[in-house]
């Protein structure tokens, strides 16, 4: 089975512009999750989705949004990219039901300059 | 709310000594566990899971986790490390088993582990 896939790898904006982060998850399951991963902050949940549905949402301004297609692949949009939005952005995938186990892609390294 | 800590931010092991990275974690309920690892550049492989049953789990390379429930703790452990086990490895607790409740992972700082010859 193929993994979870994450497109573009890498992403070069200027502060204000916005972006869109793609994922695919792994066949068959339905729920999708992000982080961003920061030197100085870690690895932080942003939001997760399940049957198109946000179902849970990290602590994170509105600038950062998502959605969830009926094939299960995922988006997510940073609007008026500030310079502390430079994190590289993970996307997990699982079956979403429950006693799961998040399987990781290789993620999205966005530089905001 | 929930939380993870990894006390050690940087451990370094001789090759083929043995290896342990501490994992303390605070949850209200039966928490979910995991260990992850992370190569420069790359995103997070999953090592081991607890879920629940047996408290001492058994992962992927050659690793092992123990739970321990008095302790609050996960501690990973490697009996001889290899050099290709330079990396970093991040401790995580989910919030399951409920459907309802999402798939959200609160992850440890991570522990950076250097391999000497």
């Known amino acids: 089975k193929a993994g979870v896939t994450q497109t573009p790898r890498y992403l070069i904006k200027t502060r204000g512009q916005q972006v869109t982060l793609s994922c695919s998850p792994i066949?068959?399951?339905?729920?999708v999750s992000w982080y961003q991963q920061t030197p100085g902050q870690g690895l932080q949940f942003l939001f997760e989705?399940?049957?198109?549905?946000?179902?849970n949402k990290g602590n994170f301004p509105g600038r950062f949004s998502g959605r969830q297609f009926s094939n299960s692949r995922s988006e997510m949009n940073v609007s008026t990219l500030e310079l502390g939005d430079s994190a590289l952005y993970l996307c997990?995938?699982?079956?979403?039901?429950?006693?799961?186990?998040?399987?990781f892609g290789p993620g999205t390294r966005l530089t905001v300059l | 709310a929930q939380s993870v800590t990894q006390p050690d931010i940087h451990i370094t092991v001789s090759e083929g000594a043995s290896l342990e990275l501490r994992c303390n974690y605070s949850?209200?309920?039966?928490?979910?566990l995991f260990w992850y690892v992370q190569s420069p550049g790359q995103g997070l492989q999953l090592l081991l899971k607890?879920?629940?049953?047996?408290?001492l789990v058994q992962g992927i390379k050659g690793f092992e986790a123990e739970f321990k429930r008095s302790q609050s703790s996960f501690n990973l452990r490697k009996p001889s490390v290899h050099w290709s086990d330079a990396a970093e490895y991040f401790c995580?607790?989910?919030?399951?088993?409920?459907?309802?409740?999402?798939?959200?992972?609160?992850f440890g700082g991570g522990t950076r582990v250097l391999v000497k010859p």
């Open positions: 997990a995938s699982s079956l979403g039901t429950g006693a799961d186990t998040q399987y």
């Open positions: 066949s068959g399951h339905r729920s």
């Open positions: 989705y399940f049957s198109e549905t946000q179902r």
């Open positions: 949850y209200g309920a039966t928490p979910y």
């Open positions: 607890y879920f629940s049953g047996d408290t």
């Open positions: 995580a607790v989910g919030e399951g088993p409920i459907q309802a409740a999402g798939n959200k992972l609160t």
